[in-house]
């Protein structure tokens, strides 16, 4: 999570092996952090299993070497997400996909979260999503 974000809760992180078998234990782990029965839960990972195939798919380094980790914390009246990579810079590529498969994949970010996006520096690649708290009043995104 980002330093200088206000009002934050305390983080819960847990580091993953870069293979694509771990998309189901990132799920879990989402899973196990939040609220049973929430619609915020199944949306969260939905969207987890999403980011963590695209950081594996994505990565130079390619699945099996290295780790990314998942990160929750409420920020704001909102659970923020971060899934971040260790491997180096890369940029997110435009894949050619039949009409059907674009429904999926980041596309579900830009329906379901309230806002998302990606950072990358020489140490990886970070993508984040925010999803409102139930109860919480809906703000306009930054």
């Known amino acids: ?40 839960r199944e949306t969260a990972r939905l969207l987890v299993s999403e980011t963590v195939t695209s950081i594996l798919d994505q990565t130079p380094a390619g699945p099996g070497h290295g780790t990314f980790e998942v990160a929750l914390a409420v920020v704001d009246h909102r659970l923020r997400v971060e899934v971040s990579d260790d491997g180096g810079p890369a940029r997110l590529r435009h894949r050619i996909r039949p009409p059907v498969a674009q429904r999926g994949g980041l596309q579900l970010l830009q329906t379901l979260a309230r806002r998302w996006g990606v950072r990358e520096d020489l140490a990886g690649r970070t993508i984040w999503f925010e999803l409102d708290l139930p109860g919480s009043s809906p703000r306009r995104p930054d």
Do not use: N
Request: a positive charge; hydrophobic letters at 30%.
């Open 1 to 40: 999570m980002r330093p200088d974000d206000a009002d934050t809760a305390p983080t819960r992180r847990k580091r993953f092996l870069r293979h694509h078998d771990q998309v189901a234990a990132a799920r879990r782990f989402v899973t196990e952090t939040l609220p049973r029965g929430s619609e915020l």
